[in-house]
C-alpha cells in the first residue's frame, strides 16, 4: 500500500517539477535581466533545489553476490 502511494505522490508532483523547471531555465538564462539580480537567482535556486528533490534517481547496483550471515557465506 505504501508503495502505491509513493508512485501516486511522485505522479502528482511530476506537473509541479516541470513548472519549476521551466522556471529554473526562465529565472537562469543570462538574456533575462532578472536573472542578474539577487532575487532572480535566489527563484533559481528554489525552483532547482525543488526539481532536484523531487526527481527519481535510479537505486545503484551493490554488486553484492554473497554475505557473511551468523558466521556463514550466504547467496544474495
Known amino acids: 500500500m505504501f508503495y ?3 508512485e501516486m505522490n511522485h505522479a502528482a508532483l511530476q506537473p509541479a517539477r516541470l513548472y519549476a523547471d521551466a522556471v529554473r531555465m526562465f529565472y537562469s538564462n543570462p538574456l533575462n535581466p532578472f536573472s ?3 532575487w532572480g537567482r535566489s ?3 528554489t525552483a532547482e533545489l525543488f526539481e532536484r528533490t523531487t526527481r527519481r534517481y535510479g537505486k545503484p547496483a551493490f554488486g553484492l ?3 557473511v550471515v551468523d ?3 550466504v547467496e544474495v
Open 4 to 6: 502505491q502511494l509513493y
Open 71 to 73: 558466521w556463514k557465506s
Open 36 to 38: 542578474h539580480t539577487q
Open 65 to 67: 553476490s554473497k554475505t
Open 43 to 45: 527563484i533559481a535556486a
